[in-house]
């Protein structure tokens, strides 16, 4: 079945240092890729998201690419902060707002 | 807009009692979804309604729980009887059709005592 693997945290770096979470997926189809984020005590909020292969998503200093040839969707930040420290998932979605399959989730600690 | 609304944030209550969790989705928006997060199994998604209708109801884990939305713009979940096992943050989101994002609601912190 259709599924979302992400790479195990936590993750701790330090302020300014470069950012990479992995996430691939399995689907049958081609699917939406997302990355939402949680804050603590807030519910989850899509970061951004890429709906076909090749484009790449960006918000807030993030980036991530839809790779259909490793079925890849990697989270990348080039110097992280403080306020980034959170749990991300990663998602996948066919369309049409129903049933998005989220990853179990990284949580990244950024040290000062 | 306020965004997705739940009620209330934090839930205490005693083993065998009923819990009502309440949801107003964002305004216009026709699909809403029940989701439970705890540490152990992450984030479940529970059922989802669109246009008011329940369409996947799988990830209810047991005749304990059920779910409504009489109308556009409020859905509630129920556990009666409530158990120690179900303490986790229960999260309503909510989507537009054609849309894939799906808006999230602050939560609720439910514990079963």
């Known amino acids: 079945g259709d599924s979302v693997t992400q790479m195990e945290g936590p993750v701790t770096l330090s302020e300014e240092a470069f950012l990479t979470i992995n996430c691939t997926y399995t689907?049958?189809?081609?699917?939406?890729l997302f990355w939402y984020v949680q804050y603590p005590g807030e519910g989850l909020q899509l970061l951004l998201k890429a709906t076909k292969a090749d484009d790449k998503g960006s918000n807030k200093g993030f980036e991530a690419t839809y790779r259909k040839e490793t079925t890849s969707f990697h989270l990348e930040k080039g110097s992280v902060q403080v306020s980034d420290s959170a749990v991300y998932f990663c998602a996948l979605t066919f369309g049409g707002g129903f049933k998005t399959i989220f990853g179990a989730g990284t949580r990244l600690f950024v040290k000062a | 807009d306020a965004g997705v609304i739940q009620s209330p944030r934090h839930e205490v209550t005693e083993m065998g009692q009923e819990v009502t969790l309440r949801c107003k989705p964002i305004?216009?928006?026709?699909?809403l979804f029940w989701y439970r997060q705890t540490m152990m199994r992450g984030l479940e998604l529970l059922i989802y309604f669109n246009n008011n209708v329940p369409i996947d109801d799988s990830g209810m884990p047991e005749d304990r729980f059920s779910a409504k939305m009489p109308n556009a713009s409020f859905s509630t979940l129920k556990i009666q009887p409530s158990e120690p096992r179900d303490s986790a943050v229960y999260f309503c989101a909510s989507s537009l059709g054609g849309s894939d994002t799906q808006y999230f609601g602050p939560g609720t912190r439910l514990t079963v005592l």
């Open positions: 305004s216009g928006h026709d699909y």
């Open positions: 689907a049958t189809g081609y699917p939406s």
